[in-house]
């Protein structure tokens, strides 16, 4: 069975530094992977993806995540980042050939400071 | 940008009580999920649902748990006999078609069980 590791559950960081995620996947063949943004009283948003292809996604808000096989992981990163950017972070894995059946990480919540 | 919508936001119901909870997906969207997430824990997939019938369902989707699409637009959860154990955040989630597309979640209902 499919298993996502996050291994911070919390990171703060000040506005305009860089960021990064990271996320470990456990998983047979070569995965599906999401990371989702969920802000306070707000639904799962999606961040971006990877399906195939090229191993560096970008996606919405400035975010970025590298698939790396080698070592299982899909770390998210950001450049700089915003005060809006905190809220809490969850990556994803879904089964290939499908990307409904999704298994989550514990989340992992990033405060930000001016 | 349209949106799956989930009502009630909120809802507090007493142990043993049936509760029913309501989405309604995006337009052209072809698959619906429910998942849930207890506090201070892992999103759980529940179910799946196509084509007017659940797809799959995980362990947790018991003989408590019903869903139902009783038009075009909606989507329910049905909880029977609540527990305590039942509280949680509940999102729903659709897509467009299986393979690539990504699941697109509501902003989630809290259940709680007094």
């Known amino acids: 069975a499919q298993s996502v590791t996050q291994p911070d559950i919390h990171i703060t960081v000040s506005e305009g530094a860089s960021l990064e995620l990271r996320c470990n996947y456990s998983?047979?063949?070569?995965?599906?992977l999401f990371w989702y943004v969920q802000s306070p009283g707000q639904g799962l948003q999606l961040l971006l993806k990877y399906f195939s292809g090229d191993t560096l996604v970008q996606g919405i808000k400035g975010f970025e995540a590298e698939f790396k096989r080698s070592q299982s992981s899909f770390n998210l990163r950001k450049p700089s980042v915003h005060w809006s950017d905190a809220a809490e972070y969850f990556c994803a894995v879904g089964e290939t050939g499908t990307a409904s059946k999704l298994t989550f990480g514990t989340g992992t919540r990033l405060q930000v400071t001016l | 940008e349209p949106e799956v919508t989930q009502t009630p936001s909120h809802q507090v119901t007493q142990m043993g009580q049936e509760v029913i909870l309501r989405c309604v997906p995006i337009?052209?969207?072809?698959?619906f999920y429910w998942y849930r997430q207890i506090l201070g824990q892992k999103v759980e997939f529940l179910v799946s649902f196509y084509n007017n019938e659940i797809s799959e369902k995980s362990e947790i989707f018991d003989d408590q748990f019903s869903v139902e699409r009783p038009d075009g637009s909606n989507f329910t959860l049905k909880i029977r006999s609540t527990k305590l154990e039942d509280s949680a955040m509940y999102f729903c989630?659709?897509?467009?078609?299986?393979?690539?597309?990504?699941?697109?979640f509501g902003n989630g209902t809290r259940l709680t069980v007094t």
């Open positions: 998983y047979g063949a070569t995965p599906y």
């Open positions: 989630a659709s897509r467009t078609m299986a393979g690539r597309s990504p699941l697109h």
């Open positions: 337009s052209n969207h072809l698959y």
